[in-house]
């Protein structure tokens, strides 16, 4: 069974640009998460993407949106790019319709903003 | 909100030896999940054992296992007959239930190293 997927793997924008970050979740997972893990914060909620909805989002700006698609695809992205924004963003899906809560992550997407 | 605290930023033990991670958490929710994670130097996270607070039964996980005390809100993990292979930055996460899994809430993280 594939697990969760992330592309791409490393990201280099310029400061103003936007990013767009891209995750594949294990087959059957209806909700994808997305979290920011940056050097001196630790991991941190962005968003939570179930049927295609927003449920929740973290204490990040506006310019951090995404969307998840009809095949549970989710797309994140960050606009106005700050040099802070370099991080590592994680995607992870679970499957908390089927009673099963734990949420397994994929690879990472490295974003580094100069 | 939650909080998560991990006070042990970086342990180190000798290989085949027991070691023990510590976690606190703080929350005024009743129902609600709580999970370690591994990350090793590849950055893949990794589930390595949940536990559900409305259960009184430690979880285990081969050699892994929690000591899940709920009115003190601790959750520490055990590993025991470390392997070389566990040497990675280890998470302790929390996630309430409130029409759904939420995101999760981790601490800050403690790095383990297994000396051969």
């Known amino acids: 069974e594939a697990g969760v997927t992330q592309s791409p793997t490393h990201l280099i924008k310029t400061r103003g640009q936007q990013a767009t970050l891209r995750c594949s979740p294990i087959s059957g997972h209806t909700s994808v998460y997305w979290y920011q893990q940056a050097l001196g914060l630790g991991l941190q909620f962005l968003l939570w993407?179930?049927?295609?909805?927003?449920?929740n989002r973290g204490n990040f700006p506006p310019r951090f949106s995404g969307r998840q698609f009809p095949n549970y695809s989710s797309e994140l992205n960050v606009n106005a790019l700050e040099l802070e924004d370099s991080a590592l963003y994680l995607c992870?899906?679970?499957?908390?319709?089927?009673?099963?809560?734990?949420?397994?992550f994929g690879p990472g997407t490295r974003l580094t903003v100069l | 909100a939650q909080t998560v605290t991990q006070s042990q930023p970086e342990m180190s033990v000798q290989e085949a030896e027991t070691v023990t991670l510590s976690c606190t958490y703080d929350?005024?929710?009743?129902?609600?999940?709580l999970f370690w994670y591994k990350q090793p130097p590849s950055r893949q996270m990794i589930l390595v054992i949940r536990q559900e607070a409305y259960k009184q039964q430690n979880a285990t996980e081969n050699r892994f296992s929690v000591n899940f005390q709920k009115a003190a809100k601790s959750f520490s993990l055990k590993i025991s007959d470390s392997q070389l292979g566990d040497t990675a930055m280890y998470f302790c996460a929390f996630m309430k239930l409130k029409g759904g899994a939420d995101g999760l809430t981790f601490g800050k993280g403690t790095h383990l190293i297994i000396q051969p």
């Open positions: 929350t005024s929710e009743s129902n609600y999940y």
């Open positions: 993407y179930d049927e295609g909805e927003e449920r």
């Open positions: 992870a899906s679970s499957d908390w319709r089927g009673g099963h809560n734990e949420q397994f």
